[in-house]
Structure formats: C-alpha cells, structure tokens
C-alpha cells in the first residue's frame, strides 16, 4: 500500500503541473490547448539537447526549456490565437487553430529532433529502500520534490505578485477586468507564456526518467484534458485536485489490475465517463451557463 501511494503522489505532482498550465490557458482565453502535450515533448526535447549534446548542467537545460516554451507560446498567443479570437465570433475557430498548432509543433519536432526515444543519464542515483515496502528511486523523489515547489511557486506568484492578481482577475470577469485597467493582449500572452513553460519544465523534468518521444504529445495532452474535467475547467485547484486524483488512479490501476491486462485507462476512462455524467463541471468546477 505504502508503495501505491509513493507512486500515486510522484504521478500526481508531474500530472498537476502539466494541468496547471493548460487550465491557466483555458481560464484566460477561454481556449483548449490542444498542443499542450506537444509543448511538453518540446520541453523533454530541448533538455535533452542541451544535457545530453551540449554537455551542460541539467539545471541549465531545464531553465532552458522552460524560456524557450514561454517564447513559443508568447508567439503563438500573439500572432496566431490573439487575432482568431478577434476576428472570429465562433469557438470552433480555436479549437481548430489549436489542432493546427499541435499538428505543427509534431513536425517541428520530428524534424529537428527525430522520431526516436531520447533521455538522459539519472539526475542522482541510488534507490531509497525502507523495510522492502517502500522502494522509490532518489532521482523520481527529486522530481517530486521539484514539481511540487513548482506548484507552490506557481500558487504564491498568481496569488501575491501583480501578473497574477491581473491573470486572477482576467479570468474571473475579462469585461471587468479591462474596465479596471488590465491590460488584456499583455497579460493574456503572459498566461499562455507561462502556460506553455509549464508544459516545457515538465518535459524537461521527466526525459531523465521515462525519457521522450514524438510520440508523447497526443496522450500527455488527453491526460491533461482530463484531470481539468475531474477537478473543474479554469480551476487552478481542480487542476492540482484533477492531477493527482488521476496519478493515484493510474497508480493504483496499475497494480491492482496487473493480472488482468492492459485495461487500467479503460477502467479510469469509464469512472470519468459515469463521474461526468454525474456532476459534468468537475469537483470545483461552477455548472455551466
């Protein structure tokens, strides 16, 4: 049991910081990120480049894929959904953008990195071992530990610095807001910037565990999706709540419904299914309309 839990909280703090990033991106624009999972796998890539060809410390790689997804997502807020949405009265509009953009970082990705599994050597070996109950790596305990100061670093910062109070209030009452001297186009591209360095500070966190590959983007993305529908769309905490609800189902299916398969995403895709059609906002989420 210990073990389960160990493993439920490690999945748990990866999965909150990938959700954090793309509610934070829904809250503010209204927008679904298709291409959050993609932005990810940009993430793990650009560390590995760096840690593994350039022979630079991890820390520097990791620094540096999350400023180079703020960039991107700086750009494509700017140049790409900024002028949807203005142009644009209908939804759909963005959600096909976002699908177009996933589709394109997949081929930037493969084009400039390739198709195949990379990763880098172990952050920090050895393995921490107590009375044979629990056996966790210290590498994974350290990116625990790092994704969970990212999630309280990201909780201070929105609650106590002035980009975060303005993003709080964009995504509370965007009229308002604007009415209050927010200035909208500014603080909408420094959340889908921050959204999108999430997304890379993960990747960047785990190629030294699982590795990446081209592959990653479309189920990282569908997990994100939906740990946002377990705790409640543009719900910072639902997000957190979502993330590791959904690593200690994962961690439990995995070893509890070892003997009978593969069928672990089936049983958690069918709970979500009957949990939605139950209370379809999510745990924190307000009904809609």
Same mark, same amino acid.
């Given at each position: 049991m210990e073990q389960i839990l160990a493993n439920g909280l490690y999945l748990g703090a990866q999965y909150a910081?990938?959700?954090?990033? @793309?509610?934070?991106?829904?809250?503010l624009m209204n927008v679904l990120n298709f291409a959050h999972g993609q932005m990810y796998v940009f993430g793990g890539f650009v560390t590995y480049t760096v840690v593994a060809q350039f022979g630079l410390p991890f820390v520097v790689g990791l620094l540096l894929s999350g400023a180079i997804l703020a960039v991107i997502g700086a750009l494509i807020e700017k140049f790409?959904?900024?002028?949807?949405?203005?142009?644009?009265?209908?939804?759909?509009?963005?959600?096909?953008?976002?699908?177009?953009?996933?589709?394109?970082?997949?081929?930037?990705?493969?084009?400039?990195?390739?198709?195949?599994?990379?990763?880098?050597?172990?952050?920090?070996?050895? +393995?921490?071992?107590?009375?044979?109950?629990?056996?966790?790596?210290? #590498?994974?305990?350290?990116?625990?530990?790092?994704?969970?100061?990212a999630?309280?670093?990201?909780?201070?910062?929105?609650?106590?610095?002035?980009?975060?109070?303005?993003?709080?209030?964009?995504?509370? #009452?965007? +009229?308002?807001?604007? @009415?209050?001297?927010? #200035? +909208? #186009?500014r603080y909408s591209m420094l959340g889908f910037a921050f959204g999108a360095m999430l997304a890379g500070v993960v990747g960047g966190l785990l190629v030294a565990i699982t590795g990446v590959n081209l592959g990653m983007g479309g189920p990282t993305s569908i997990k994100a999706f939906m740990m946002i529908m377990i705790g409640g769309a543009g719900v910072i905490s639902g997000a957190i709540a979502g993330g590791f609800i959904l690593g200690m189902m994962e961690s439990v299916g995995l070893s509890v419904l070892a003997a009978y398969g593969n069928i672990t995403y089936l049983v958690i895709f069918a709970s979500l299914l009957i949990f939605l059609a139950i209370r379809p906002q999510?745990?924190?989420?307000?009904?809609w309309g």
């Open positions: 910081l990938i959700a954090l990033g @793309l509610t934070l991106i829904f809250s790409l959904f900024r002028p949807v949405i203005r142009k644009s009265k209908r939804e759909e509009s963005t959600m096909l953008l976002a699908a177009g953009v996933a589709f394109f970082l997949d081929a930037v990705i493969l084009l400039a990195f390739g198709e195949k599994q990379r990763g880098i050597p172990k952050i920090v070996d050895g +393995v921490m071992n107590l009375n044979f109950r629990l056996i966790m790596p210290y #590498d994974r305990i350290m990116v625990a530990v790092l994704a969970v100061a999630i309280i670093g990201f909780i201070l910062y929105m609650q106590y610095s002035k980009p975060g109070r303005a993003m709080r209030a964009l995504a509370q #009452d965007r +009229v308002a807001a604007q @009415l209050m001297g927010v #200035d +909208v #186009d999510g745990l924190m989420g307000k009904p």
